[in-house]
Every structure is written in structure tokens, then in C-alpha cells.
């Protein structure tokens, strides 16, 4: 499945106060465990598909058991 770049950059603004910052964090926080936990295996395998290398004939041969290297290191 391709997917289209959806990033969306957002400015954030100099002259807010810490308690206005804090407020936003807060909301955005409880946003994204409120997506985690209503999509969480859809995410994971989302995140998984886009990466982690796809396994060749080589990388699955014993190789320098590099994928693996890098899967321990995350």
C-alpha cells in the first residue's frame, strides 16, 4: 500500500505562556493515547510495515545478522 505524505507542519507560537504550552501538550497527549488505544494493532503493524527491513534471501541467510542488530538496538 503507498501512502501519500501527509505531514502537516504547525508554527508554534513564541508568546505563549508555560500554562498555555502545558494545556496544549496535555491535549495533544490525551489525543494520541485515545488513537493508541482504539487503532494500537493497526498502528504497530503500520509502524512495522514502513520500518523494518524487508527480509531478502541474504539478510535471512545468517548474513552478518545486521536486521537483527537492529531490531535489538530499538
Do not use: N
Not at 501538550?25 to 520500518?51: A, M, N, P
Amino acid at each position: 500500500m503507498t501512502r501519500t505524505d501527509l505531514r502537516i507542519t504547525f508554527e508554534i507560537p513564541d508568546y505563549w505562556t508555560p500554562e498555555q504550552a502545558l494545556a496544549v501538550y496535555e491535549r495533544l497527549h490525551g489525543l494520541c493515547e485515545r488513537i493508541l488505544s482504539h487503532y494500537q494493532t493497526q498502528i504497530i503493524d503500520e509502524f512495522r510495515e514502513q520500518h523494518m527491513p524487508a527480509k531478502t534471501q541474504d539478510s535471512s541467510s545468517g548474513g552478518s545478522g545486521g536486521s537483527q542488530e537492529r531490531i535489538k538496538a530499538r
